[in-house]
């Protein structure tokens, strides 16, 4: 047990020593690694969104100019030139027209999705050959498809 017990103090007297005898041996001593600096956090504080918790009465917010973004005004106050006349039925005296995929009939008011814009789309009045659509005030008279008349059958 005492060989057991000298083994073991020789051994962390050894590793104990490693470090110092590497140096003295000439061998030089890797450098420290530069420290990155912190990151650091960036906050934006709108004081219009809302108001900081912890100090409700701060002044410190009335030096900052709040950056409004410049609404982009699309041309809404044209007729859309994306709507089609996909087709219609003319069911017991009532006329139904076929818009971009959705069925309008006359006094009747749909939202059409073009380009990525809503447009309010009002039905006037429908006729046997054409349709009178409002979209933001304006008014336009698009005709109705053709039908070709039926083959007549023999008798």
Do not use: W
Request: proline share 12%; glycine share 6%; charged share 20%.
């Amino acid at each position: 047990m005492n060989t057991a017990l000298l083994y073991s103090s020789l051994l962390v007297a050894a590793l104990a020593f490693a470090p110092c005898s590497a140096r003295a041996a000439g061998k030089p001593a890797a450098a420290p690694a530069p420290e990155a600096p912190p990151p650091k956090s960036v906050f934006v504080i709108d004081p219009q969104f809302g108001k900081d918790p912890f100090f409700p009465k701060t002044t410190r917010f009335q030096g900052v100019t709040v950056k409004i973004p410049e609404v982009v005004t699309s041309s809404s106050s044209q007729f859309p030139e994306d709507i089609r006349v996909q087709g219609f039925s003319n069911q017991r005296d009532k006329i139904i027209v076929i818009l971009n995929g959705k069925s309008i009939a006359k006094g009747e008011k749909i939202e059409l999705n073009l380009r990525g814009h809503r447009y309010p789309v009002r039905c006037v009045d429908v006729t046997d050959k054409t349709i009178l659509l409002e979209v933001n005030g304006i008014t336009k008279e698009m005709p109705l498809p053709v039908v070709a008349p039926a083959p007549a059958t023999p008798q």
